[in-house]
């Protein structure tokens, strides 16, 4: 049967929407979002994906007030594509596309009404792409923003107001490959594994502009990814060139505490950015990516299937796995006397020569 989005002119193969251009199982189409309070209080990740090879919608939301984390997630099967992410509990409603984002959560645990306004316009990112062999692992397209957020938030009975002069935060957009659902046959990538992945991610928003870097490099340094821009009110996006990137991490970790960033204007000047890394959400502890034990996105789980979850991040059991995964820090920035706020996400796992890092095992002195 057709799709009720086959009525639209938006088709790009001769399938119905109800099917995507690819066979890959790993096909996924979601939203990310991020949201804090600047002083570190309160810090939300939320976001939805569908999973049209897997037949699967699902959506989480983790909140960290203090050390305590608590996460929901709603997971069901995948109906007909339509135009709002809606799984349980969870929506997502376009308001003003690439500018004003309407997310709702309804649990007992935690529930918020939040409306994103773009500060800047969305900026579309380099393409991503990590080949395992010659199989593309991640294969992806994905836009970025940074902005504000208004609305309601109430976490284990404690409400919450997101004044939109205080809240701030970035979300991104992407679809393509990456690995999701259950975890596939490991094969030659378990006996020949790479040795390592070092990972940069970071939206900042000042006042006047909107600085995006992402960083991805092999275990000897060699950047498969470099994309650092600029984004003014008016639309214009400038080239910050090659980011010289310097991390300081807590003695006996690698959990950053700062980084500068050198970056290079297009007429040859220099641009430092100073960054101070806040209280952070590892994205593997609640939020469903890889290396989460609890849930993983597209992972069936059943129809109208739903988990609430709290962790204490202060717990032996968690603070040890907490390095072997992604985590999103709060950041506040310095460029020149500009003042900004935004994501400083990192991983930095197994070998990476840049930093001095010699294995899975190696920690900053």
Same mark, same amino acid.
């Given at each position: 049967?057709?799709?009720?989005?086959?009525e639209?002119?938006?088709?790009?193969?001769?399938?119905?929407?109800?099917?995507?251009?690819?066979?890959?199982?790993n096909?996924?189409?979601?939203?990310?979002?991020?949201?804090?309070?600047?002083?570190?209080?309160?810090?939300l990740?939320?976001?939805?994906?569908?999973?049209?090879?897997?037949?699967?919608?699902?959506?989480?939301?983790?909140?960290?007030?203090?050390?305590?984390?608590r996460?929901?997630?709603?997971?069901?099967?995948?109906?007909?594509?339509?135009?709002?992410?809606?799984?349980?509990?969870?929506?997502?409603?376009?308001?003003?596309?690439?500018?004003?984002?309407?997310?709702?959560?309804?649990?007992?645990?935690?529930?918020?009404?939040?409306?994103?306004?773009?500060?800047f316009?969305?900026?579309?990112?380099q393409?991503?792409?990590?080949?395992?062999?010659?199989?593309?692992?991640i294969?992806?397209?994905?836009?970025?923003?940074?902005g504000?957020?208004?609305?309601?938030?109430?976490?284990?009975?404690?409400?919450?107001?997101?004044?939109?002069?205080?809240w701030?935060?970035?979300?991104?957009?992407?679809?393509?490959?990456r690995?999701?659902?259950?975890?596939?046959?490991?094969?030659?990538?378990?006996?020949?594994?790479?040795?390592?992945?070092?990972?940069?991610?970071?939206?900042?928003?000042?006042?006047?502009?909107?600085?995006?870097?992402?960083?991805?490099?092999?275990?000897?340094?060699?950047?498969?990814?470099?994309?650092?821009?600029?984004?003014?009110?008016? $639309? /214009?996006?400038?080239? *910050?060139?090659?980011?010289?990137?310097?991390? @300081?991490?807590?003695?006996?970790? &690698?959990? =950053?505490? +700062?980084?500068?960033l050198?970056?290079?204007?297009?007429?040859?000047?220099?641009?430092?950015?100073?960054?101070?890394?806040?209280?952070?959400?590892?994205?593997?502890?609640?939020?469903?990516?890889?290396?989460?034990?609890?849930?993983?996105?597209?992972?069936?789980? $059943? /129809?109208d299937?739903? *988990?609430?979850?709290?962790?204490?991040?202060? @717990?032996?059991?968690?603070?040890? &796995?907490? =390095?072997? +995964?992604?985590?999103?820090?709060?950041?506040?920035?310095?460029?020149?006397?500009?003042?900004?706020?935004?994501?400083?996400?990192?991983?930095?796992?197994?070998?990476?020569?840049?930093?001095?890092?010699?294995?899975w095992?190696?920690?900053a002195p």
């Amino acid at each position: 049967m057709p799709s009720p989005l086959d009525e639209y002119p938006i088709h790009q193969t001769p399938l119905s929407m109800a099917r995507v251009g690819s066979s890959d199982r790993n096909f996924y189409d979601r939203s990310y979002f991020n949201g804090h309070d600047r002083d570190g209080g309160t810090l939300l990740i939320t976001g939805g994906g569908v999973y049209p090879n897997l037949g699967v919608i699902d959506a989480y939301a983790s909140v960290r007030r203090g050390d305590t984390l608590r996460s929901v997630r709603f997971s069901d099967a995948l109906g007909d594509r339509e135009m709002q992410t809606r799984v349980g509990g969870y929506r997502i409603e376009v308001i003003e596309a690439l500018q004003r984002i309407r997310v709702i959560c309804e649990h007992d645990d935690l529930s918020f009404d939040l409306t994103w306004e773009g500060a800047f316009p969305a900026v579309q990112e380099q393409p991503h792409l990590i080949l395992n062999g010659n199989r593309p692992i991640i294969d992806a397209t994905r836009f970025a923003q940074v902005g504000s957020w208004a609305g309601t938030l109430t976490v284990d009975g404690a409400d919450i107001t997101v004044d939109p002069q205080v809240w701030t935060g970035t979300r991104d957009r992407s679809w393509g490959i990456r690995p999701v659902g259950e975890s596939e046959p490991p094969g030659r990538a378990a006996a020949e594994p790479s040795g390592g992945f070092w990972w940069l991610y970071v939206p900042l928003r000042f006042d006047d502009f909107s600085i995006i870097v992402i960083v991805q490099e092999e275990p000897d340094g060699r950047r498969t990814l470099n994309d650092a821009t600029r984004i003014w009110p008016d $639309g /214009r996006v400038e080239q *910050l060139g090659w980011p010289r990137v310097h991390i @300081d991490y807590r003695s006996g970790t &690698r959990l =950053p505490t +700062g980084a500068r960033l050198d970056l290079t204007t297009p007429d040859g000047k220099p641009l430092e950015l100073e960054i101070t890394a806040g209280a952070g959400i590892p994205l593997h502890v609640g939020c469903g990516y890889g290396g989460d034990p609890d849930w993983l996105h597209g992972q069936w789980k $059943g /129809r109208d299937w739903s *988990l609430s979850s709290r962790y204490d991040l202060t @717990d032996p059991a968690i603070v040890a &796995r907490t =390095p072997y +995964g992604v985590i999103d820090h709060i950041a506040h920035a310095r460029c020149g006397s500009a003042e900004g706020w935004g994501l400083f996400e990192h991983a930095s796992l197994g070998r990476h020569d840049p930093t001095g890092f010699a294995d899975w095992g190696s920690v900053a002195p």
